[in-house]
């Protein structure tokens, strides 16, 4: 038996080397499954084709150009894309997040406190401007009592 005493190329017909390593690029099987690198790839470059003539498998040109690419690459290519990619809608997401917050919270707050300090400097200037101190503001009480005292004057006005 012809097969039994090694394995050849298709192309070539000798034997896989350390240097020349015999390859099984397609679903072809029995003795003409292997082929070196470099005969399959002269033999595609004659033949303008990217697939077996024989059993129609598309060939797979990273395996014939880079036999020692490790199969953790793709993935780990893959996972580096969806992480960019998820970082990218992270990004987004932060980013609207951030001018919700602007418009939303920060804006609001900031107009509610310039407001203040502007009527609390207006106060303030009236005030010394008429020698005065700037009285205490008025607690819940003060105003309650206040209410009171106008109401009762009012009514007291009234009668
Ligand atoms: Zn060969
Ligand atoms: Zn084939």
């Known amino acids: 038996m ?3 005493e090694g394995d ?3 192309v ?4 896989g080397t ?6 099984h690029p397609c679903k072809c099987s ?14 595609l470059r004659h033949s303008k084709k990217k697939y077996c003539e024989v059993c129609k498998y598309p060939f797979s040109f990273t395996p014939i150009y880079d036999p020692r690419m490790p199969d953790t690459i793709p993935i780990i290519l893959f996972l580096r894309r969806g992480i960019r990619r998820l970082y990218g809608l992270v990004q987004i997401w932060f980013r609207a997040l951030l001018v919700g917050i602007v418009w939303l919270i920060a804006l609001p707050w900031a107009t509610v406190w310039i407001w203040r300090f502007y009527f609390w400097s ?7 401007l008429n020698g005065q101190k700037l009285p205490n503001r008025p607690s819940d009480n003060n105003i309650e009592s206040g209410e009171k005292k106008w109401s009762q ?7």
């Open 12 to 15: 070539c017909r000798s034997e």
């Open 18 to 23: 350390e240097d020349q390593p015999l390859y």
């Open 2 to 4: 012809v097969e039994d």
């Open 122 to 128: 207006g106060e303030s200037i009236a005030f010394s």
């Open 8 to 10: 050849v190329c298709r």
């Open 30 to 43: 029995g003795s003409i499954r292997f082929v070196h690198q470099d005969c399959l790839t002269e033999w």
């Open 153 to 159: 004057y009012n009514i007291f006005g009234t009668t």
